[in-house]
């Protein structure tokens, strides 16, 4: 595996390329639920093990792609290499926003939107700050004067709907709030400029389909100040091996001042899985997975749609047992069946659906 990222302009490959480089496992549906690794991404982790078992591992060799990641992913989401921290989770990404709220502030969020985002901020009540939440398609018009920082999913997990992300932006703006968007079911198969917010994170191991315990947080140049780094350790310096010790433990100069210590296992497996999806301009992806999401919708007599997530009331897992039963991997969110589609299904993988379910999801 390279140790600087490629430059995705020069290495643009079509979608039946790209699908070549993943595994084909008929049925396949849960892209929201965790990504399928390429075979680079795979070797890469076999790679590790294999180094760390002979007594070989090189940390400043994995901090170099380590560096890799942060330049891949600025590229994906449209940011500046310096704009991009790492982490390990969406939920410790958050913690560290939460840190820019005011006391007795107000975080707008988003009813029914998943617990990582929201739950670092519902811990601020002892300096008084408020959650309220909305519906996602009245989020825009639920900001106003008392609103701090407003905290969505660019695409709902429970339910696959996809923000107007831009709506909501501008009306936060317009009253001087902040911005987080989480962009975990979205960067990957959904092309998003993540300078149009203050702040974004990402878990890479579902649609990006990198080893989990990879995430990624964008912060907007000039807001390094006004968030902690409440887990800023050896690693959140620009020269980490210089700064290991009490006494010399200076902050990068940008976003990575809030990087964790990398876990080294999945570092060489996130760059082979950005580096991949790199390769392919978004936009293809985006039609493919949700002309296939809707292609499913129509077999089941849902409503077309624009999220590669499709989803329907199941409330006693009737659905989701007879899809089980048929092979398919699918999964069940909040009462709902769920299915995903991403870069590696295909017409069969809807041809499946229709056999196991029919027109009863509808």
């Known amino acids: 595996m390279s140790e600087h990222p490629t430059d995705p302009q020069h290495e643009r490959v079509t979608l039946s390329e790209l699908q070549q480089h993943?595994?084909?496992?008929p049925g396949y549906l849960s892209a929201c639920t965790a990504g399928l690794p390429a075979e680079a991404t795979t070797a890469a982790l076999?790679?590790?093990?294999?180094?760390?078992?002979?007594?070989?591992?090189?940390?400043?060799?994995?901090?170099?792609?380590?560096?890799?990641?942060?330049a891949l992913?600025?590229?994906?989401?449209?940011?500046a290499t310096d704009r991009v921290a790492i982490g390990s989770q969406a939920s410790q990404l958050a913690s560290v926003v939460a840190?820019?709220?005011?006391?007795?502030?107000?975080?707008?969020?988003?009813?029914?939107?998943?617990?990582?985002?929201?739950?670092?901020?519902?811990?601020l009540r002892a300096r008084g700050v408020r959650v309220r939440y909305a519906e996602l398609e009245h989020l825009a018009a639920a900001i106003d004067a008392r609103t701090s920082l407003v905290a969505w999913s660019h695409v709902q997990s429970a339910t696959g709907a996809v923000s107007d992300a831009a709506a909501i932006a501008a009306a936060a703006r317009s009253v001087g709030a902040l911005t987080c968007v989480d962009l975990t079911q979205a960067v990957g198969w959904l092309p998003v400029d993540a300078s149009s917010f203050d702040v974004t994170i990402c878990h890479a191991y579902k649609w990006l389909c990198a080893p989990r315990g990879s995430a990624f947080m964008t912060v907007r140049d000039g807001l390094d100040d006004a968030l902690?780094?409440?887990?800023?350790?050896?690693?959140?310096?620009?020269?980490?091996?210089?700064?290991?010790?009490?006494?010399?433990?200076?902050?990068?100069?940008?976003?990575?001042?809030?990087d964790l210590s990398p876990a080294w296992p999945v570092?060489?497996?996130?760059?082979?899985?950005?580096?991949?999806?790199?390769?392919?301009?978004?936009?293809?992806?985006?039609?493919?997975?949700?002309?296939?999401?809707?292609?499913a919708r129509s077999?089941?007599?849902?409503?077309?749609?624009?999220?590669?997530?499709?989803?329907?009331?199941d409330r006693d897992g009737s659905d989701l047992a007879a899809m089980t039963e048929a092979g398919i991997t699918a999964s069940g969110r909040a009462g709902n069946a769920r299915v995903a589609f991403h870069l590696w299904n295909t017409p069969d993988d809807v041809a499946r659906l229709q056999s196991a379910l029919g027109a009863s999801a509808g």
């Open 267 to 295: 570092v060489a497996g996130t760059v082979a899985a950005l580096e991949t999806i790199s390769r392919i301009d978004l936009r293809v992806v985006h039609d493919h997975a949700a002309g296939l999401a809707n292609s």
């Open 22 to 25: 993943y595994p084909r496992v």
């Open 228 to 258: 902690t780094p409440l887990a800023a350790g050896w690693y959140s310096a620009d020269d980490p091996w210089s700064s290991c010790y009490a006494g010399r433990t200076p902050l990068a100069a940008g976003a990575g001042r809030f």
């Open 299 to 313: 077999v089941l007599g849902l409503a077309p749609g624009d999220s590669a997530i499709v989803t329907w009331p």
């Open 46 to 70: 076999r790679a590790f093990v294999d180094e760390w078992s002979a007594g070989s591992l090189d940390p400043k060799r994995i901090g170099a792609q380590l560096e890799a990641c942060r």
């Open 73 to 79: 992913y600025g590229r994906l989401v449209g940011v």
């Open 99 to 123: 840190t820019a709220v005011p006391d007795d502030g107000e975080v707008l969020c988003v009813v029914g939107d998943f617990a990582s985002l929201t739950h670092p901020f519902e811990q």
